[in-house]
C-alpha cells in the first residue's frame, strides 16, 4: 500500500466540486505523456518551470541528502507526486517533478485555472470554459485554486500518524500561518507567481532569490548594553512565517567579538526556527519551541561578554543567515545539525 497523502488543512475542502493539486497522484508515464501536451502549447510557462524548484523537487540535491537520511514514501509522494511512492521513480517520472499536470490536471480530465480578476464563475465550484475554436481541452476556472487551494495540499500537511490539528502536529503550517498574517487576503501567487510581461511567472525563483529574500527581512542591530547585542527582525510584507516551509530551514543569527587583526574573541549564535525533538518511543517529532520571525518584529538578544583576562576586542561583527540543513537530528543541539546550504541575507559591524 501506498502511504496515504498528507492531510491538509480545511481550506483545501470549501470547493467540494473541484479537486485541488495535491501530492500522491501516481499517474507514472501517463503524466509525463500529457505533461507534455502542455509544454508543446504553453511555451512561455514551460520555460520558466524547466528548472524550477517544482520541476527540480525530486532532483534536488538538498532533498536527495535528506531523502538518504529518510527515505520514506511520506517524503517521496510530495516531491515525485507522479510516481509510485514506495518505489525509485523512473527517471522521466522523477524528471517531472512537480508538474504542470500536477497542478492543473484532476484525474477527472479538468484542467483548472485561476479566475479571471473582476469576474465571478458561473457555478459554486468554478466555471466551466468549453473548448473554442483554437483550444485543445476545457478550462475550469476556479477562484479558490487562485488564492489558497492551489498550494495547500502540498504545502500544509501533518507528520504521518499525528492525530491532532494544533500546529505542533504539522510538519508545515505555511498556509495557516498566511491565513493569520496580515497578507491573509492576498493569494499565494501574488508574491511567489509575479506577473511577467502579463502573465504569472512559473519558475518560482523568489524562494531561493537573495535579493528578494533580503528585501522581505528588515534588520537592525544596536549594542544595548557595554556586553549585549540586540539584533530585530521584521518581515517588510508578512504573509506567513520567514522562513515557513519544511523542518530544515532556518535563519541564523549570530555575533562574534574580533579583535583588530580579525581574530575571534567570542563568538554566540541563536537558529530561529520551528524546533522539534524526536521523542524515544512516540512517532514523529515534537514541537518545542517557534521562535521564527512572523507578522511582529522580532527581537533577539546576544550577549557576549567576556572574562577580564580575554584579549582585547575592537568590534563586534553580526550576521543573520538563510540556512537549510540536511538533517536536524534529534532536534536538541540545533548547531549540530549539518547545513546544506546558506545565503547571507544581513551583515554589518558595531564598533
Known sequence: ??????????????EPHLPMPRPYRGRLGAAVALNATCVSCHAEEAAAWRGSHHQRAHLNPAFREAFTIEPTAFCRGCHAPEADPR???PAAVGQLGVACVT???TEEGSVLAATVPGTAPAAPGGADLPATVGMPHAVQRSPEFARTGGCVGCHEFRFPLAPGDEDAHFMQTTVREHQRSPSAGKACAACHMPVVKGRRSHAFAEVRDPEWLRDHLRVTAARVEEDTVRLTLVQTTPGHAFPTGDLFRRLEVGCELRRADGKVVRREVRHLARHFEAVPGKPGRHLDRDDRVESAPKTVDIELSVPPSAPPSDHIAWWVTYQRVATVGAGTDPSQARVESEVKLHAGVLR
Not at 1 to 14: D, G, H, L, Q, V
Request: aromatic share 0%; proline share 25%; with cysteine.
Open 87 to 89: 518505489k525509485d521513480p
Open 1 to 14: 500500500m501506498a502511504a496515504p497523502p498528507p492531510e491538509p488543512s480545511t481550506e483545501a475542502a470549501t
Open 103 to 105: 497542478c492543473h490536471v
